[in-house]
């Protein structure tokens, strides 16, 4: 234990010697906490996303219409996997909701979806 409080000081005096060693202890951090604070946001705003709903029952209404109400995306309705898949690769739309057939029945009986 002894000899690793003695090199714990030793690189504590080193570093605060070396101005380039503390410029590094403290920018980069500083950096960090800039960066992933304020600059980095992870919030989805305003994304285009396709919705397939082969039912157009309530619940999946529900659920679309509490995704458009959030102002966080924006819904584009489809008619088929396959026109989702082209907006998708074409860029059009950064996700896809794809609504099962069964899918009010999972969520009644409470079944993972």
């Known amino acids: 234990m002894r000899n690793l409080l003695t090199f714990i000081r030793k690189e504590f005096l080193h570093i605060l010697r070396d101005p380039k060693s503390l410029m590094i202890m403290v920018l980069l951090p500083l950096i960090e906490i800039l960066l992933f604070g304020f600059i980095l946001r992870f919030e989805i705003e305003?994304?285009?996303i396709a919705v397939y709903d082969p039912t157009s029952?309530?619940?999946?209404g529900q659920l679309i219409r509490h995704l458009e109400g959030t102002g966080r995306f924006k819904v584009r309705y489809v008619n088929s996997p396959e026109e989702a898949e082209d907006l998708?690769?074409?860029g059009k739309v950064k996700a896809?909701?794809?609504?099962?057939a069964d899918f009010e029945r999972r969520l009644l009986d409470k079944r993972e979806i």
């Open 46 to 48: 305003s994304t285009n």
């Open 57 to 60: 029952k309530n619940e999946t």
């Open 88 to 90: 998708m690769k074409s």
């Open 96 to 100: 896809v909701l794809n609504l099962s």
